[in-house]
């Protein structure tokens, strides 16, 4: 079964700072994807890679860059965090679209 | 855009009785409705996986399609306190390779 593991799990940032979530998978997925959930949306997808070195945007990229440096891992950099983005992330691998394995979140909030 | 809505929002029942949950989608045409459990804590665990009008088991989990409706269901036969979380229903557009996620609905199940 896919391991998908992200740090940290809780995260308290200022307005205007800047915070990295990170995953990592070890189940040699080629395709990771960002997601966040807020209450009343479910999940919305901010930003997916098809493998190392790429990024592709998801349907809320803004505000939201993303790195994929090496097949396992795959971050998520808010330059500027903001309090909207305070948020409960989820990152997930998967490979082809068909299943996607899900880690455990990271629980953010930008006071 | 595809939109995914669950009802209720929350839901109590007692340890053994049956509990109901409901998705409507927006596209007919959707071909991958998937539900997901997600504890507190925990990432998110696919449960039941359907890709055709009709029933689907897995375990004490059920799944019931009807694309007609624009609706797929989860039926969760003798619910135990440990499946206390929120189920997540995920709808697929044919065309789409993208999972549209519900808003949840939170299951407590009183001993």
């Known amino acids: 079964e896919a391991a998908v593991t992200q740090s940290p799990r809780n995260k308290v940032a200022v307005t205007g700072g800047k915070v990295t979530l990170s995953c990592n998978q070890t189940n040699n997925h080629n395709n990771m994807y960002w997601y966040r959930q807020d209450t009343g949306h479910g999940l919305r997808l901010i930003h997916y890679s098809y493998g190392a070195g790429s990024t592709e945007k998801g349907d809320i990229p803004d505000g939201y860059k993303a790195s994929r440096p090496s097949q396992e891992n795959f971050s998520l950099i808010l330059e500027l965090a903001t309090p909207s983005q305070t948020s409960v992330y989820f990152c997930?691998?998967?490979?082809?679209?068909?299943?996607?394995?899900f880690g455990p979140g990271t629980r953010l909030t930008v006071l | 855009q595809q939109k995914v809505q669950q009802s209720p929002e929350s839901l109590t029942v007692s340890e053994g009785a049956m509990a109901s949950l409901n998705c409507t989608f927006s596209d007919g045409t959707s071909n991958n409705f998937r539900w997901y459990r997600q504890h507190s804590a925990k990432g998110l665990e696919v449960l039941v996986s359907?890709?055709?009008?009709g029933e689907k088991e897995e375990g004490r989990f059920t799944a019931h399609l009807n694309r007609a409706n624009l609706h797929v269901s989860l039926h969760i036969r003798e619910p135990q306190p440990s499946d206390s979380a929120v189920y997540l229903c995920?709808?697929?557009?044919?065309?789409?390779?993208?999972?549209?996620f519900g808003s949840g609905t939170q299951l407590t199940v009183m001993p």
């Open positions: 997930a691998s998967g490979e082809g679209h068909y299943e996607q394995y």
């Open positions: 995920a709808v697929r557009s044919s065309g789409s390779w993208q999972l549209i």
């Open positions: 359907i890709f055709s009008d």
